[in-house]
């Protein structure tokens, strides 16, 4: 059982470069989501889903784009990197279309743009 | 200010010390979940509560809900506590977090 996995690990970005960090669980979970963790912020909320096919946004989610085509998968989006959105980046899901049960987190991906 | 405050900021104990990790919160909610961060960066959750008390092991999570407040406590502390601990306040379908607390535990 892989749980959340998330890829990939670390990524250089050129201003202007678009890309995809991809998020994926195995467990059946239907509510995801992605957070930024800047130091000293704590951890923010960029969009979130509470099942395929419905998104919704966070607390920061400009520049970013999502999309929940299966319930497996929820692949976050930037269109044209900005030296702003260097980050850590953690993907999250919790069994139902809530948070009424424990978060499972994947072990981020640390991005850098340039 | 952020919906979500937690102090202290840093936290240095002796091993075997009681700690307690406070979160408050000035939104209505309807859980507040505990999470723990390694220094490795991975990030576990450690409880979810509503109301009253939660324990497993060493870890007890209490929350009031009428004064907005929720309290982490670690009873004898041991150096693989080292991490830093997150409270994160639900409100709908949104998790609002609060900065963390940094906990180093001495031996």
């Known amino acids: 059982n892989a749980g959340v996995t998330q890829t990939p690990k670390f990524q250089v970005l050129k201003t202007g470069q678009s890309m995809t960090l991809q998020c994926a669980q195995d467990?059946?979970?239907?509510?995801m989501s992605w957070y930024r963790q800047d130091p000293g912020m704590g951890l923010r909320l960029i969009h979130y889903s509470v099942g395929a096919g419905i998104t919704d946004q966070g607390e920061v989610p400009n520049g970013y784009n999502v999309s929940r085509s299966t319930t497996e998968d929820f692949p976050l989006r930037l269109l044209s990197a900005a030296p702003s959105q260097t980050s850590v980046y953690f993907c999250?899901?919790?069994?139902?279309?809530?948070?009424?049960?424990?978060?499972?987190f994947g072990n981020g991906t640390r991005l850098t743009v340039t | 200010k952020n919906e979500v405050e937690q102090s202290p900021q840093n936290l240095t104990a002796q091993e075997g010390e009681f700690i307690t990790i406070n979160c408050s919160y000035s939104v209505g909610i309807s859980a507040l979940h505990w999470l723990q961060q390694h220094p490795g960066g991975g990030i576990v959750s450690l409880f979810m509560?509503?109301?009253g008390k939660k324990k497993h092991g060493r870890l007890i999570a209490t929350i009031n809900i009428q004064e907005k407040h929720s309290s982490l406590h670690i009873t004898a502390s041991h150096p693989r506590d080292s991490a830093v601990y997150i409270c994160?306040?639900?409100?709908?379908?949104?998790?609002?977090f609060g900065a963390g607390t940094i906990l180093r535990v001495k031996s």
């Open positions: 994160a306040a639900r409100g709908g379908n949104k998790l609002v």
């Open positions: 467990m059946n979970h239907e509510y």
């Open positions: 509560l509503s109301s």
């Open positions: 999250a899901s919790t069994l139902g279309g809530g948070l009424n049960s424990p978060l499972h």
